[in-house]
């Protein structure tokens, strides 16, 4: 492979004119098909194999026109102290506003509380619900500024007016922390390379290869379902391996230069060697956002192959712009060691000779290399802690900032009908099969009734064909609460005996019973994800390493990074530490999805640094270095990098913490604590630590493993054996002109 990546530098350098033409032509081609695609709405969510979503499926098959998918609003109404929803004067503030809800272009329907009976047993809280033909995110504003007028108007007379539902819901917003954590890695890559030519070069080609995936994705949203989240998420993974992998290959390229290589040549040797690197890396990453698709939620799934997309991406243009790009620069982007005319005069950055920090840190492990696993290990272990306490659920609008009118919304409807009034349990009764459908939902209703932890049981009539009915179940407890599971595992337990007795098939669905699918099915997708993500790694990092235990300690090293990453986010998200720091409003239950999302991601971005790094102790092992001087050497040539690769992935995910969705927020905070936990203490630490202690074992490959392994050569000791012939031919040509 390094060869034939050699070759590759060295056309792109070559034929430089081409490849940038290509790459601007796939941009321009992107952001014209971004910009005419039609606009995308809310991805559809579905659970397929779960119950909740056969009920689902049966309700839009039975009742056609229900508009399943379409936005709803509750506008809650409060009397003032003293004074009940009743009165005259509160009653026709109410009426008011209920005729005003019914005006609108998008409404399907608006309940009257009075004639539905939607009012407390206290009678000071009443609500209306306004059902639209479309979703939440493509309402239009002239019918969410109509929801808002009104309950302004009703506010007006006298009442406390809240909106709930999702059809005032907002486009989430990233916030001008991304643009800072952009900033931060320009910053780092300046003080990296020292030169402001060589610090844009990756900055310049991730924000090409995200453009091009970002836009690919939004032309093909609207055709394939595509949410928002997809393409945030899409942009901080490409964002961030974008800038990390064409910062190795230029830091390659510039440490060629500084052992006296042409420019042509040091391109061809870092895309060879460091590009080989990348290649892999890219692939383990590739690997775990792909394989989220054997989890069969399609939102995951699709989320999972755009972010891959966009770092297959960031590979091809790591391995070919990055070289073209360096062949425009020329001089200007100075051999390792040396800064820029404007940044250090074009002096050496440091005496020669002298260790660098990673040097010196290397040979501090080697020495003492059972106290810094032991440090290490311990450090992680204690931010796993929290991790014990994890308790995964779904937001609602509960868990909204208490300053949203959602959120007041929830409280006020919560302290007027009970906890579980805003998690409502959807029992679908399919009575097709049943001798007397109407006596079946009777009974039906009637075993509901006779369940421990249910408020209310509320039928309605059977639909036009008569074969199917909706029975509304409102528990006593509020939707996120194990009593609330249990009651859902009740319903279903009774459901065999019930069909048994009337032929009636009873299934629960509703936000509360998807919810619980939803985590359910996630839980139990983990350890299979885990098994075949690590599985597939493992055997891709036997090739690269040619070695068992490396990409063993790699995996297991990985597992602590992750638990890790899980503490601080339960000790951020959950427990509130530091919340107001970051700009948590309201803490609860972790997002049930975080924990396989980051299994995926980490183990993906952990495998990064683990290829850069040891490929490159690797490399000085086998050409000849005894086990513990490769470790100082991978150090002396990898370390800088492998740091500001890091500190600029954290840089891009912290950015995203500045968002208003709390599950982008939640992936930034994890993603850029995850990196350092793995970088900075398993990678910098704990790797070489282990690897001291093995010495020689840790190279071990059995004989016939070694015989059947392909030999991918990551080291580039093919490109040794080129040198080798070239330089035989070089000797042929002078003996022959003596």
Do not use: C
């Not at 397929?48 to 009742?63: M, S, V, Y």
């Not at 091009?212 to 949203?221: F, K, N, Q, V």
């Not at 009764?429 to 109407?438: F, L, M, R, T």
């Not at 390493?545 to 790699?554: D, E, G, N, T, W």
Request: no cysteine; proline share 4%.
């Amino acid at each position: 492979m390094a060869t034939f990546l050699y070759k590759l530098g060295r056309l792109a350098f070559r034929r430089r004119h081409f490849v940038a033409l290509i790459w601007v032509a796939l941009l321009t081609l992107a952001g014209v098909g971004a910009a005419s695609a039609p606009a995308a709405g809310t991805s559809s969510f579905s659970i397929p194999g779960t119950e909740a979503q056969k009920a689902f499926d049966l309700l839009e098959q039975r009742n056609p026109g229900m508009s399943a998918d379409g936005a709803t609003a509750r506008v809650v109404f409060k009397a003032p102290s003293g004074e009940k929803m009743k009165d005259a004067d509160n009653k026709a503030t109410v009426e008011k506003a209920v005729d005003a809800l019914g005006d609108g272009s998008e409404v399907t329907s608006v309940t009257d509380p009075y004639k539905n009976k939607s009012i407390s047993k206290d009678g000071t809280v009443a609500y209306a619900q306004v059902s639209y033909k479309v979703s939440g995110m493509e309402l239009k504003d002239s019918s969410k500024d109509a929801l808002e007028e009104t309950a302004k108007e009703a506010r007006a007379g006298g009442l406390t007016v809240e909106i709930g539902g999702d059809a005032l819901q907002a486009t989430p917003e990233t916030g001008s922390t991304e643009i800072i954590g952009i900033a931060v890695a320009a910053v780092v890559l300046v003080i990296t390379f020292g030169s402001l030519i060589s610090a844009g070069l990756p900055l310049l080609t991730a924000l090409i290869g995200v453009g091009i995936g970002i836009s690919t994705i939004t032309a093909l949203a609207k055709a394939l379902d595509l949410g928002s989240t997809t393409s945030t998420l899409a942009m901080m993974i490409g964002l961030a391996v974008g800038i990390d992998y064409a910062l190795f290959i230029v830091s390659r390229y510039r440490a060629e230069l500084a052992e006296g290589r042409e420019r042509e040549e040091a391109a061809g040797r870092a895309v060879g060697t460091a590009g080989s690197a990348v290649v892999f890396a890219g692939l383990t990453v590739v690997i775990a956002l792909v394989g989220l698709s054997v989890v069969n939620i399609p939102m995951l799934t699709k989320m999972g192959v755009a972010a891959a997309g966009t770092v297959v991406i960031a590979v091809l243009i790591a391995l070919t712009m990055i070289p073209a790009l360096l062949g425009y620069a020329g001089k200007r982007v100075q051999p390792a060691g040396k800064k820029s005319k404007l940044l250090g005069g074009g002096r050496a950055a440091k005496k020669v000779g002298k260790p660098n920090m990673g040097t010196r840190w290397a040979s501090f492990v080697v020495r003492r290399p059972v106290a810094v696993l032991l440090f290490g290990v311990v450090a992680l272990g204690a931010a796993a802690i929290p991790a014990t306490s994890l308790e995964l659920g779904l937001g609602d609008d509960g868990s909204q900032p208490t300053s949203t009118t959602q959120r007041r919304a929830y409280d006020t409807l919560s302290d007027g009908f009970g906890p579980g009034f805003n998690g409502p349990l959807m029992i679908v009764a399919d009575v097709k099969a049943s001798d007397d459908p109407e006596a079946a939902v009777t009974t039906v209703t009637d075993r509901l009734k006779g369940l421990d932890d249910v408020v209310s049981v509320t039928p309605s009539p059977l639909n036009e064909a008569g074969d199917t009915a909706t029975i509304t179940v409102i528990p006593d407890s509020k939707p996120s609460s194990i009593t609330t599971e249990d009651l859902v595992h009740a319903i279903r337990g009774e459901a065999g005996d019930i069909k048994a007795d009337t032929g009636a098939q009873v299934l629960v669905t509703g936000t509360t019973a998807m919810n619980i699918d939803f985590s359910q099915k996630l839980n139990d997708a983990l350890i299979p994800y885990l098994a075949l993500v690590v599985g597939l790694a493992f055997l891709l990092l036997i090739l690269v390493f040619r070695s068992i235990l490396v990409p063993l300690k790699a995996a297991l090293g990985f597992l602590l990074s992750v638990m890790a990453a899980l503490g601080a986010v339960v000790a951020v998200f959950q427990w509130g530490w530091f919340a107001g720091l970051l700009g948590v409003e309201e803490t609860g239950p972790i997002m049930s999805m975080m924990p396989i999302f980051m299994v995926g991601v980490v183990f993906g971005l952990a495998m990064d640094y683990e290829v850069f790094l040891v490929t490159r102790m690797r490399e000085a092992y086998v050409h000849g270095e005894k086990p513990n001087q490769a470790i100082v050497t991978g150090f002396n040539h990898g370390a800088r990098v492998v740091t500001a690769a890091a500190v600029i992935m954290m840089a891009v995910f912290g950015g995203f913490i500045g968002s208003t969705e709390s599950m982008i927020k939640m992936i930034g905070f994890g993603l850029a604590i995850a990196v350092f936990f793995d970088a900075f203490i398993v990678r910098m630490a704990v790797v070489p630590a282990v690897l001291a202690l093995l010495g020689k074992k840790a190279w071990w490959l059995p004989k016939w493993l070694d015989r059947v392994l392909p030999n991918v050569d990551v080291e580039g000791e093919g490109l040794r054996k080129l040198d080798d012939e070239r330089r035989g031919k070089d000797e042929d040509r002078e003996l022959a002109s003596v």
